[in-house]
């Protein structure tokens, strides 16, 4: 099967439909668990439940012309949106879906996934910047900002779990958590991982949310200050890019959480391990995702650089030092 | 407050917010000169919904100028048209029974009731939080359905009439209001507080910013809630009472701590008060006729007039001139909301878009009113 040119070929259609309907069905779920939460029903008129509202907007979107407004930078204002997906789909290539559900189990894919989810701030700054719009360079400025100081934090956690498992490939790090909570590294009973190791997991998770751009870190679309952030001179499928490559961002966070602290593939209780489990554990993190942008207010940008330099680098850096430690004593 | 950052007054550019801007809940405009994200000068421009309702005032006789308050301050209607019955009232010297009385403070304290919680939702959604709209717009939609029994309309309301109010209130309107008090009483501490106010996402967003001293309170004339955030202890229905003010008991909520949070929480014990208002007034309502005898066309004596209400935003005035004819000679209006707004470009000054926006949003502003 190595060498069957049908592997890649499989493996291209499967990630780009997984791609592709977590994209159009996030935003379902969004709009119908921003309704529960807000006592109302959410989609309903389209399709049973509302199921068919995705394609109903993507006819929407795709069938509007793309405005490219006067005064643009004509070539990146329309490659920015492409280059938003790009980086998202290209990531799902290393993601361990299961012991035998993945594309490419590279040696370095933990840094592969980091270094495109700065290439995907890229398409924030160009999008915003080749807009020639006040406030989407804001926006832009913000985000810029806001990633590079959470990147930081994000990164120092995962040395530590590179520490503890001694790879840098995801598919290691997945089976090194296997037979049971009690192995995941969010738990972890050996050496007295179990101290802290989830204080790095609540760190990695609002670093998470922080490079999606998810609320109540949504500086770069704040719509009460900056309308519609970077968006705001985008319409049609150039929206509708963004859009789809901000729900891939939260698959992607989700599924390095899922696999770098809840042991990836592997069932809780010692029950058949695959790749459902992993589906479960990445639908409940984005819930959650989901469930706190519809509760909190958005903070504010300072305080949200304060929090990543002042709370969260430090906290971090403590985690590294105590892991190698702790590493070292047993 | 001191800045973090020294502004710069030779690299700024000029940020349009508005007359079509998320925050600014109608269509506002404000300058703002920007150094970065740091607001050197803000010039809020006025007059984008300017419907000459003053000039109006003068081309009909009296009550056909009734309609017209309500689509002043769409949100806190029958406060308007209290202040303009009340004004004419004393310029024809006409009586209005007491029930008449009971039936106009119930309704306007429901309405006050209805925007503060609709200010409550606008203002959550300026500091992105979406969720507390819906909930609160579920207990305004119960007062709304209050309202339209009685007066026959839910927002631009035309129900009171010089002399008394159109419709007499009944039992059901009654044991409805009462529902609602212990409704909104039990949701008030669990829904509203414990979820939105105690939260400290909002907490650090309110706090401490946006300084209104007392003393530019007075410089700018600015009342309400605005100015009981700043320790100012200046309520209509206390220092000037009007209408039935006087026989009911209630308190004025005044914070000293003069920031956006001062300014949240004078609202939401205001909600409070308001609630209390009603219950008194329901129990002591007495019988009788709704509305007094009035000639069908007003004449008034010739001279000045002048009446105060306290509306949700603030004191609002009518004056009213009358020559002696049947329609107003002048009626000029002192509106709560434009003089809040004119002291928002000194304290924006030096502050982060983000905040300023948290500030505007806690000054409540209704941009017809303003307009006018």
Redesign the interface.
């Known amino acids: 099967m190595e060498t069957s040119i049908w592997r890649p070929i499989l493996y291209l259609v499967g990630i780009m439909a997984f791609a592709g309907l977590n994209a159009a069905y996030l935003g379902w779920c969004e709009r119908k668990g921003?309704g529960r939460?807000?006592?109302?029903p959410g989609p309903k008129e389209v399709g049973f439940a509302g199921l068919l509202q995705p394609l109903a907007d993507g006819i929407k979107l795709m069938t509007k012309q793309l405005m490219v407004p006067q005064g643009v930078d004509g070539i990146i204002f329309r490659v920015a949106p492409v280059i938003a997906m790009i980086p998202a789909i290209t990531s799902m290539v290393v993601i361990p879906f299961s012991g035998n559900i993945q594309a490419r189990a590279m040696e370095l894919s933990v840094l592969l996934i980091f270094a495109l989810a700065s290439l995907g701030m890229m398409a924030v700054l160009l999008g915003g910047w080749a807009s020639g719009n006040?406030?989407a360079i804001?926006s832009s400025a913000r985000a810029v900002s806001q990633n590079l100081a959470y990147e930081i934090p994000m990164l120092l956690t995962v040395i530590s779990i590179v520490m503890i498992s001694g790879s840098m490939n995801l598919r290691d790090i997945a089976i090194d958590q296997q037979g049971g909570f009690w192995h995941w590294n969010i738990f972890r009973f050996e050496n007295g991982h179990f101290l802290y190791m989830w204080i790095g997991f609540i760190i990695f998770f609002i670093c998470s949310l922080a490079e999606t751009n998810r609320?109540?870190f949504?500086m770069a679309e704040?719509?009460?200050?900056l309308?519609a952030g970077y968006m705001t001179e985008y319409g049609s499928m150039g929206f509708g890019l963004f859009m789809m490559g901000e729900y891939l961002n939260i698959v992607v966070g989700a599924c390095l959480t899922a696999t770098l602290f809840l042991g990836g593939w592997d069932c809780p209780f010692g029950l058949t391990p695959g790749v459902w489990w992993f589906l479960l554990k990445i639908y409940v993190l984005i819930f959650t995702v989901i469930w706190v942008r519809?509760?909190?207010?958005?903070?504010?940008?300072?305080?949200l650089l304060n929090l990543s330099w002042k709370i969260l680098i430090p906290f971090s850096l403590v985690n590294v030092l105590v892991t190698a430690a702790l590493i070292k004593v047993f | 407050m001191t800045l973090?950052v020294e502004l710069r007054h030779d690299e700024t550019?000029v940020?349009n917010l508005g007359p079509q801007?998320?925050?600014t809940h109608g269509v506002l405009r404000v300058k703002l000169t920007m150094d970065g994200?740091y607001i050197v000068k803000a010039e809020p421009v006025l007059g984008y919904v300017h419907r000459m309702h003053e000039k109006l005032a003068e081309a009909g006789n009296f009550a056909q100028f009734m309609p017209n308050t309500a689509r002043m301050d769409y949100l806190h209607a029958l406060a308007f048209n209290q202040g303009y019955a009340l004004v004419v009232e004393k310029a024809a010297g006409i009586e209005v029974p007491e029930r008449a009385e009971y039936i106009r403070v119930i309704t306007v304290e429901l309405n006050r009731i209805a925007s503060h919680l609709l200010w409550w939702a606008a203002f959550?959604?300026?500091?992105?939080?979406?969720?507390p709209?819906?909930?609160a717009f579920?207990d305004r939609e119960q007062i709304l359905d209050l309202l339209e029994r009685i007066t026959g309309s839910r927002l631009t309301y035309c129900y009171m009439r010089f002399g008394g109010v159109y419709n007499d209130i009944d039992d059901e309107f009654i044991t409805g209001t009462r529902d609602f008090i212990k409704r909104l009483r039990s949701r008030m501490p669990s829904l509203y507080h414990d979820l939105?106010t105690h939260?400290i996402?909002?907490i650090?967003?309110i706090k401490d910013i946006g300084f209104i001293t007392a003393e530019q309170c007075r410089k700018y004339g600015a009342t309400g809630p605005v100015a009981r955030g700043s320790g100012i202890d200046y309520d209509v229905r206390k220092n000037e009472p009007f209408s039935i003010y006087p026989e009911l008991d209630f308190d004025i909520p005044v914070y000293n701590e003069c920031d956006s949070m001062a300014r949240y929480m004078v609202r939401m014990d205001e909600i409070e008060q308001s609630l209390r208002i009603i219950e008194q007034a329901l129990d002591k309502l007495p019988d009788g006729p709704v509305q007094a005898k009035v000639p069908k066309l007003l004449k008034p004596e010739e001279g000045y007039y002048y009446s105060a209400v306290e509306t949700a935003r603030g004191s609002l005035g009518h004056r009213l001139i009358c020559d002696g004819g049947k329609t107003p000679y002048r009626l000029k209006l002192r509106s709560p909301t434009f003089s809040n707004l004119s002291l928002f470009g000194e304290v924006a000054e030096g502050m982060?878009?983000?905040?300023a926006?948290a500030f505007m949003g806690s000054l409540d502003l209704v941009i017809p009113e303003i307009d006018r």
């Open positions: 921003a939460i807000q006592r109302r006040k406030y804001i609320a109540p949504d704040a719509e009460s200050e309308v519809w509760t909190y207010p958005r903070t504010q940008i300072y305080r | 973090p550019f940020l801007h998320p925050a994200e959550l959604l300026d500091l992105g939080g979406f969720t709209l819906l909930y579920d939105v939260n996402i909002l650090k967003r982060l878009l983000a905040d926006l």
